[in-house]
């Protein structure tokens, strides 16, 4: 039996980078066409998270031990990847979880 095939959605930009979600502005993609995008969004929004995390000094007492970041990742047909905040469009919803150990 053949692998299934995933497809995701994307969104175009307009002129100005902005997304303006609607019928003609959609399209889909193969899932594993977007993999390289999607894993470096990922990696560089969890750097970013644990840098600030790392930033934040302990005060009168308090300091981070769990830290947890959700944003969501809209693909879009041309310019890559958004990172945005987390809603019910964005393609994915991804929850970071981070422990300072």
Same mark, same amino acid.
Request: hydrophobic fraction near 50%; charge should be neutral; aromatic fraction near 6%.
């Given at each position: 039996m053949p692998d299934p095939l995933v497809r995701v959605e994307t969104v175009d930009l307009d002129r100005t980078g902005s997304?303006?979600?609607g019928p003609k502005s959609r399209s889909t993609t193969p899932l594993s066409e977007r993999r390289e995008d999607i894993q470096a969004a990922i990696q560089e929004a969890s750097s970013? &998270?644990?840098q600030a995390a790392a930033k +934040?000094?302990?005060?009168?007492?308090?300091?981070?031990?769990?830290?947890e970041a959700t944003f969501g990742l809209t693909l879009t047909a041309e310019a890559g990847i958004? &990172?945005?905040?987390?809603?019910?469009? +964005?393609?994915?919803e991804v929850k970071i979880t981070v422990k300072r150990g």
């Open positions: 997304r303006q979600i970013l &998270v644990q +934040a000094e302990e005060t009168a007492g308090w300091r981070i031990t769990t830290l958004i &990172v945005s905040k987390a809603s019910a469009e +964005a393609s994915f």
